[in-house]
């Protein structure tokens, strides 16, 4: 199987590289994701588990919540961990919604106290979006629990923001719920505890047992899985230790590695150096680069960050688009009709040395091909970006400005490395 890390030898040992006997369903926006990971809770029989940056308080989201809260009645192990930030307008919602319940409820960096907005910790934020049910089906992808047509600070709008995520079955789920068990246990207990802590802790067998049972519930045997497309894929996480540029990583060596075309859609684009230098390096060998940026800008610093970056990239010819219909929210990827991402990281300092990001990562032309045409038709109703120029002293001191101020932030957040 080919690895994530190939170029990156350093990294190697720290992914599992790609999976094989993999089955994906690609799913586009929370009209698509929630009834199908509703209907997978109301059918579980033993745990679920979910991560995700925004859990807000509007129909959509309380239904699932409601799905939650009625799985625990069941006797199902139910473990929810949300953004202390992302979600904290919901929260005082949520713990009324669960009250009275089993499900545990975990806030990642909360934000309840006045003085732990003066942590610089609290910049590093969870930003996955996991769930796992019965260690049987899992969903990742870059889709909050909020309505299509619901922006926080834009209130309602006509049209759904575009979004991405892919339903999960086969051996790769494993990977996913270890990550998700691992961020839940972080946020419940202030640290993170992985499984094999016990293999240094000298207990007794009978009480090693019960621990193991009290996180990661009662050993079960699986049930029999049904005959599965062998897609190969690759779930790639970030986190602030081990895995801190794999996602990165994942990127550079899929455009490095491009020979036809390069399609990124992301709404956040503020690249660093290795993937900036690779996309150039693409378009100057001949490969067609296009990006998909926002075009409806939701947070103003943001299209300037992007926007200081076109009359570069364009130089080389790099195409760019901007995305006009509604909000565009998708973290995805195609080259070469082979290869293929999506998931929660956007191409920004944030996400790629701040954040907790998860992807998934595929090696299958079917796949590819389903997502290769929903950025085309994305595109179509996209507008292209002309030629522009240096932009002049204005221009420069824009781009000079953004840099200024990824700088400072990257150092006030503790990112470690070149940017």
Known sequence: MPRLTRGFPERAALDGGFIGGNQLTLLRGGDELFPRMQAAIEAAHSEVWLATYIFHHDAAALALADALRAADRRGVRVRVVVDGFGSKSSLDILHQRLAGSGVALAVFRPLDRWWRWLQPSQLRRLHQKLCVVDAEVAFVGGINLIDDRLDIHHGVTEQPRLDFAVQLRGPLVNSVDVNLRAIWSRAWLGREFDDALLDYVPLPRRLRRWWRQ????????????PPMTPVCAAFVMRDNLRRRRTIEHAYVDAIRGARERVDLVCPYFYPGQRIRRALRQAADRGVRVRLLLQGKVDYRLAGWAAEALYAELMAHGVEIHEYTPAFLHAKVAVVDGRWATVGSSNIDPLSLLVNLEANVVVHDQ???????????????????????GSGGLRGMLRRAAVAWFAYVFLRIAGAVGRY
């Open 214 to 225: 009290l996180w990661w519930g009662p050993e079960r045997l699986p049930r029999q899985a």
């Open 366 to 388: 079917a796949f590819v091909a389903h997502l290769g045409g929903e950025i085309e038709a994305a595109l179509a109703q996209s507008r292209r970006v002309e030629r522009q």
